[in-house]
C-alpha cells in the first residue's frame, strides 16, 4: 500500500504503538506519520526515552481525542534498582545518593503502605509547567525548582519478581507477595534484595519514578527506575499494538543487559510495519467509543444540520443515549460524555458532547459530515 494511496483516504483513527526503549515517544511516531502519509498525529501520554510500552496514538481528526484518553489510568510494569537514587529517578541520571540495600521483609512492607489515595512529588526533571516553563528546562540552566505535590491514586500493586543481592543474576519469580510467606520461602524475608519487579495500576499524573523513589526512602535503602514498561492505557492493552512483538519480554535480567549493552538501532522493514500499523487502525465506532469511556449518542438525521453548526442540542435531538455502563466500575471512564454517531449509519462518527443532567455541551465536532 503506497502513501499516495493512504494521502487519498481518510485516516481519522487509533493507531496503538508499541515504543522501543532508548527512543523518545515524538520520534516513535516517526514510523506513524511516514505510513499513514500525514502529520497529523498525537499520542496520549508521553513515555519517558528509557521507558517502553503502549502508546495510543490519534490520527486526523481523532487527534481531538488524546487529551481525553490521557486521563484515562493506567498499568506498568517497573523494575526498581536498589542502593542509589538518580536525579531523573530513572537510569539515565547521575548518582545523587546511596544506600544500604533493603531487607525483602522492609520492602514487601513498604509496598503495602503504598496504596489508595496518597500525595506525590513528581521528579523535579519532568514536563511539569513552573512558572510557564518545563521544570526539567529549569534545572538544566542551572535553577532550582520546588515541585507541588500532586493528589494520585494506585489501584493495585503485585510484585512479580526478585533478585537477591547474593544471587548473581538469578531471580525469583512469584504470583504475589504471599508466596514469599510460606514455610519454604520465609528464611529468604531477611534477605537483601537489588531489583525488584512490580506490576502498578495507577491513576492520571502518577509518576513511577517518585513510586520508586518514595518506596525506597520508606524501606530505609534509596532507589530509582532501571526499566518501565506500560501495559495498558484504559481499556487499551500493549497486546495489540502494532510492533508489540519486538519488543524483549519484559524481566529484570533483560532490563539489565539492556542497561549494560545499550538499545539497539530497529532495522525497519516498512512494507510489513505498513501491513502492521494498517492492520492495527481502529475507526471510530460504537464499540471504540465504549472502550474510550463513552457512551454512545445516536443523533436524529433531522437534527443534524443544527449538531454541525454548533446549535444548542438536547435530549430530543438523539434517538437513543447509552451510556457506559462500565464507566464506575473502571474509574477511568467518564460516563457523562458521549460519543455522537449518526443514526442511520453508526459508522459516521460526529464529534464528542458532554452531558451534565439535561443539558447538553459541545466538546468537539467534525466537520464535513453533513
Given at each position: 500500500m503506497t502513501n499516495r494511496r493512504l494521502e487519498n483516504e481518510s485516516k481519522d483513527a487509533i493507531v496503538l504503538l508499541a515504543k522501543r526503549p532508548g527512543v523518545t515517544s515524538f520520534s516513535s511516531l516517526k514510523i506513524?506519520?511516514?505510513i499513514l502519509g500525514t502529520k497529523k498525529i498525537g499520542h496520549t501520554g508521553t513515555l519517558d526515552s528509557f521507558a517502553q510500552g503502549l502508546l495510543v496514538c490519534c490520527s486526523g481528526a481523532l487527534t481531538r481525542l488524546a487529551g481525553l484518553i490521557t486521563e484515562f489510568d493506567k498499568t506498568y510494569e517497573a523494575v526498581i534498582e536498589f542502593g542509589?537514587?538518580?536525579d531523573t529517578l530513572d537510569p539515565t541520571g547521575e548518582v545523587v545518593k546511596r544506600a544500604p540495600l533493603p531487607t525483602l521483609h522492609?520492602?514487601?512492607?513498604s509496598l503495602k503502605k503504598f496504596s489508595g489515595k496518597m500525595n506525590q512529588t513528581p521528579p523535579a526533571f519532568s514536563a511539569i509547567k513552573i512558572g510557564g516553563a518545563r521544570a526539567s528546562d529549569i534545572l538544566r540552566k542551572g535553577e532550582r525548582v520546588e515541585i507541588p505535590t500532586r493528589e494520585i491514586f494506585v489501584y493495585g500493586s503485585k510484585l512479580k519478581e526478585i533478585q537477591f543481592e547474593d544471587d548473581g543474576s538469578k531471580t525469583f519469580s512469584c504470583e504475589t507477595s504471599d508466596d514469599f510467606l510460606c514455610p519454604e520461602n520465609e528464611k529468604n524475608l531477611a534477605r537483601k534484595i537489588k531489583y525488584a519487579r512490580v506490576e502498578f495500576r495507577v491513576s492520571k499524573g502518577t509518576y513511577i519514578r517518585s513510586l520508586a523513589r518514595d518506596i525506597g526512602c520508606d524501606c530505609e535503602s534509596a532507589a530509582h527506575l532501571a526499566g518501565l514498561l506500560r501495559?495498558?492505557?484504559?481499556a487499551f492493552s500493549l497486546r495489540d499494538a502494532a510492533f508489540c512483538g519486538e519488543l524483549t519480554p519484559f524481566t529484570i535480567q533483560s532490563v539489565v543487559r539492556a542497561l549494560e549493552s545499550g538499545c539497539a538501532e530497529r532495522d525497519i522493514d516498512m512494507e510489513s510495519a505498513e501491513k502492521e500499523v494498517m492492520e492495527k487502525l481502529q475507526g471510530m465506532s460504537p464499540d471504540l467509543a465504549r472502550?474510550?469511556?463513552?457512551?454512545?449518542?445516536?443523533?436524529?438525521?433531522e437534527r443534524a444540520d443544527d449538531f454541525f453548526h454548533g446549535r444548542p442540542v438536547k435530549k430530543s435531538s438523539f434517538a437513543s443515549l447509552q451510556?457506559?455502563?462500565?464507566a464506575e466500575k473502571t474509574r477511568e471512564q467518564d460516563c457523562g460524555k458521549y460519543a455522537v454517531f449518526l443514526e442511520k449509519s453508526a459508522a459516521a462518527f460526529c464529534g464528542v458532547v458532554r452531558r451534565e443532567g439535561e443539558r447538553f455541551f459541545y466538546?468537539?465536532?467534525?466537520?464535513g459530515k453533513q
Open positions: 506513524i506519520k511516514k542509589s537514587e538518580t522492609a520492602f514487601l512492607n501495559t495498558s492505557v484504559g472502550a474510550c469511556g463513552f457512551g454512545v449518542a445516536l443523533l436524529k438525521a451510556e457506559n455502563c462500565e466538546e468537539f465536532v467534525l466537520s
